[in-house]
């Protein structure tokens, strides 16, 4: 009678121990803060992905409800003859590389030259990071000036240095459309690439520095050997932050040509928009917005893999 009644005060201890600790556990004690936007993310968020893409399988056109009968893939199998839609994907990509590409470039020798302490590093900083405080809207309308074809800065430069052969109209040539939209987005976004490499360079100990130099190897070859290939962490972190605001230039182009800037200078955010709301074929508008969710990701997934394997080494 004992021992059956000492057991029934043990398990009725454990019992009380586990609702206990439960009720101190941290993560269900989150649950009624992490419900509503979990659920809100999830709808609006989530549930808006799914929908878009159920979207791009009708032939939905904004009119009455669309038609979920039938899906299929015809949308993304007309895109591949396509002709705007090709010339727009090929424009975002030359856009993507050359402006990543330029930015890091012009980043990493910035990030360098303010390392090596020079005077006024402060306001060097603020000065390269100016540019990125403001908006597209207000870059575009600022380049939009500097590009005029008879009043522009630029091309008064050229003519004053003797190069009135490049005194073009930038913005209204398809050749060159691209390449002004290129210089003014690295204008934009070099500082941000200077303070992600700088950041990385700070990390550096300055042993590594020192011990270079006293193995005879010279400022070329300390940067290229020693100090450059340990900063992939903030060359992937900048890659993909690049790539992401190129991926949202849409409002830089959108103020500069409205939603039909022409072949040299359309790129995939643009077409979306048009085709979306400007010609009222949603379907085909959604199929657009999961092409460029897919970009996204096939920027960001090498990324993540490059996080997780680097913390398992």
């Known amino acids: 009678m004992i021992d059956s009644i000492n057991k029934n005060i043990s398990q009725s201890q454990r019992y009380t121990d586990f609702l206990q600790g439960l009720r101190q556990n941290g993560f269900l004690k989150s649950i009624p803060f992490l419900l509503v936007p979990t659920i809100l993310v999830g709808v609006f968020v989530y549930g808006s992905v799914l929908w878009n893409f159920l979207i791009s399988l009708t032939d939905f056109e904004g009119f009455g409800d669309p038609e979920y009968s039938s899906l299929d893939f015809e949308l993304y199998t007309q895109m591949l003859s396509d002709p705007t839609f090709i010339n727009a994907a090929r424009n975002t990509v030359v856009l993507i590389g050359s402006f990543t590409a330029v930015c890091l470039v012009i980043g990493l020798g910035l990030a360098i030259l303010v390392d090596r302490d020079i005077r006024f590093e402060g306001s060097v900083r603020t000065i390269y990071l100016l540019p990125m405080s403001l908006s597209f809207v207000v870059t575009s309308i600022f380049w939009a000036w500097m590009y005029n074809p008879t009043s522009g800065v630029i091309n008064y430069l050229l003519g004053a240095v003797g190069l009135e052969s490049l005194t073009i109209n930038w913005l209204g040539d398809p050749a060159t459309q691209l390449l002004a939209i290129t210089i003014a987005l690295v204008w934009q976004f070099s500082g941000l690439a200077m303070i992600i490499y700088l950041a990385g360079l700070r990390k550096i100990p300055q042993d590594q520095y020192e011990a270079a130099r006293l193995d005879g190897a010279n400022f070329?070859?300390?940067?290229?050997?020693?100090?450059?290939?340990?900063?992939?962490?903030?060359?992937?972190?900048?890659?993909?932050?690049?790539?992401?605001?190129?991926?949202?230039?849409?409002?830089?182009?959108?103020?500069?040509?409205?939603?039909?800037?022409?072949?040299?200078?359309?790129i995939l955010p643009i077409m979306m928009y048009r085709v979306a709301f400007d010609a009222n074929n949603w379907a085909y508008g959604s199929a657009i917005a999961v092409v460029l969710l897919v970009a996204t990701f096939v920027a960001i997934v090498p990324y993540l893999y490059y996080q997780y394997t680097k913390d398992l080494l």
């Not at 070859?221 to 100090?227: D, M, N, Q, S, W």
């Not at 900048?238 to 500069?256: G, P």
Request: no cysteine; net charge positive; proline share 6%.
């Open 220 to 266: 070329r070859i300390r940067y290229l050997k020693v100090i450059i290939p340990q900063l992939k962490t903030s060359t992937f972190s900048a890659i993909v932050i690049l790539i992401l605001f190129s991926l949202k230039a849409f409002d830089f182009i959108y103020v500069l040509y409205g939603v039909n800037p022409g072949p040299g200078a359309d």
